[in-house]
């Protein structure tokens, strides 16, 4: 188990951390969502060994693991880092990159390399230089030289920001079933919802240095705390009381809203296509609401809108 208890850090500029406490189990799979500058990078850097902590401590398995100023060179023997900076030698080949901490003695060396080198689709580009590689393929060879020591930890900092649109999904579904099979514990700080949504056990929200929300990710979704919470995952409606017969503020989002018969009537003012379905911007009262429907509407009509049944 990973467990950080009372963390507090600062930069010259302000406090970066806040009273930090957090307890994953080996094995899980949990998302680091918040704003930018709201803490997620510092607090991987800090879990990694590369910053130190003003008090509190973080301890892996019953043993603390003692933060920057205790080690010559930084970082957990059980953990591997992938920060948004790749860590790669860029005039070797992408076979020696993956393989540059395994013993030349291992027996099965070069099975490992390329059977990692397939999990992140990098394959044939193993006897290519470093140098010769996309911003995308540099991330994919970093994530694969992070595996290759068989870490209990893996930390990993917007890990598919620089890959193409049509290789993320292949990558992300093929990356955490390795995870799950060998039981990995990976913290992702993300701020794309497809990282998050159908791939870990857990989500925690940050804002301003201090954790939020630590639950289960498919009650942080379905069930936020607030609209911050919310509008990490999706676009986010705010529902004033009486609007719905609802005796409280309801946060929604737009695939809970819809065209009905019985409801409160709006003004349409935008349709924006998604590709499976429409994005529609509407006002009432002077609020701005959106819904997604299969169709498009004009600018200027009138429709009425409620929420979907459960």
């Known amino acids: ?35 930018s500058g709201c803490g997620k990078s510092t607090l991987l850097n800090l879990i990694y060994g590369l910053l130190q902590e003003e008090s509190g401590d973080i301890t892996f398995d019953g043993n603390v693991l003692d933060g920057a100023d205790f080690h010559l060179v930084p970082g957990h023997s059980m953990m591997k880092y992938v920060p948004q900076e790749f ?23 070069a099975s490992r390399i390329i059977e ?7 394959s044939d580009f193993k006897d290519r230089k470093v140098k010769t590689l996309s911003g995308g ?24 920001s620089n890959i193409d649109n049509f290789r993320k999904n292949d990558l992300r579904r093929s990356l955490f079933t390795y995870l799950k099979k060998e039981n990995i514990t990976c913290l992702i700080a993300t701020h ?21 929300d630590h639950r289960n990710t498919i009650d942080c979704y379905q069930k936020p705390l607030n609209k911050y919470g919310a509008s990490l995952f999706n676009e986010v409606n705010v529902i004033p009381v009486g609007w719905f017969n609802n005796a ?25 296509f998604k590709g499976a379905d429409y994005l529609i911007q509407v006002t009432c009262q002077d609020k701005t609401l959106l819904f997604n429907s299969p169709k498009k509407f004009k600018p200027g009509q009138k429709v009425k809108l409620a929420l979907k049944s459960n």
């Open 116 to 122: 990692l080198l397939h999990i992140v689709d990098m």
């Open 137 to 160: 393929q540099k991330q994919r060879v970093a994530i694969a030289k992070a595996l290759a020591q068989q870490p209990k930890v893996l930390l990993l900092d917007e890990p598919f």
């Open 1 to 35: 188990m990973l467990q950080l208890n009372n963390i507090q850090f600062s930069y010259p500029q302000g406090k970066a951390l806040i009273d930090i406490h957090l307890k994953i189990k080996q094995g899980s799979h949990v998302a680091l969502i918040g704003e």
């Open 87 to 109: 860590d790669l030698m860029p005039f070797t080949t992408v076979f020696e990159n993956v393989g540059e901490h395994l013993s030349i003695q291992i027996d099965d060396r």
């Open 248 to 272: 409280k503020e309801i946060i929604c989002y737009p695939e809970q809203l819809a065209v009905n018969e019985i409801g409160i009537e709006v003004i349409v003012k935008h349709s924006y």
């Open 192 to 212: 794309d919802k497809d990282d998050v949504l159908p791939f870990t056990h857990e989500t925690i929200i940050m804002r301003y240095g201090r954790i939020t």
